[in-house]
C-alpha cells in the first residue's frame, strides 16, 4: 500500500518562504506521477505542480509557476518550493500520487482529474499573513 507523508508546513509573512516535502512509500520507483495539490476554505482544490519518475514531465498551474518549484529529493522524496508566498497562498497542500507507466499529464492538474491520483498523504498547512 502506497503511503504519502507531507511535512514543511507552517505560518511565514507574505513575501516569505516555505520547503514542503512529500515521502513515499510502498511503491515502484518507476513509472509514477506525483506532486501537489492544495484546499483552501470555501474553494475547489487546486493543482499547484506534478511531476512523473525522471522528470520527465512536469506541470505547473500557470499562476505559480517562478514562485513554485517541484523537484525530487531523496529516498523517494517530492519536494515544493514556494517563494514570495502571498496571502491567498493560505491553504492545506496534499500530496497525491498515481502509478502509471504514461506519466505525468498537464491536464491531471485541472477539475476532476484530480481524483485519478490514487493515494494522497494527510495534508500540511501553509498560512501566509500580510
Known amino acids: 500500500q502506497v503511503q504519502l507523508v507531507e511535512s514543511g508546513g507552517g505560518s511565514v509573512q507574505a513575501g516569505g518562504s516555505l520547503r514542503l516535502s512529500c515521502v513515499a512509500s510502498g511503491y515502484t520507483k518507476n513509472n509514477y506521477c506525483m506532486g501537489w495539490f492544495r484546499e483552501a476554505p470555501g474553494k475547489a482544490r487546486e493543482g499547484v505542480a506534478i511531476?512523473?519518475?525522471?522528470?520527465?514531465?512536469t506541470y505547473y498551474e500557470d499562476s505559480l509557476k517562478g514562485r513554485f518549484t517541484i523537484s525530487h529529493g531523496d529516498q523517494n522524496t517530492v519536494n515544493l518550493q514556494m517563494r514570495n508566498l502571498q496571502p491567498e497562498d493560505t491553504a492545506r497542500y496534499f500530496c497525491?500520487?498515481?502509478?502509471?507507466?504514461?506519466?505525468?499529464?498537464?491536464?491531471?492538474?485541472?477539475?476532476?482529474?484530480?481524483?485519478?491520483?490514487?493515494?494522497w498523504g494527510q495534508g500540511t498547512q501553509v498560512t501566509v499573513s500580510s
Open positions: 497525491a500520487a498515481d502509478q502509471r507507466i504514461s506519466g505525468c499529464y498537464w491536464s491531471d492538474l485541472f477539475g476532476d482529474a484530480a481524483d485519478n491520483f490514487r493515494f
Open positions: 511531476t512523473d519518475s525522471g522528470d520527465v514531465n
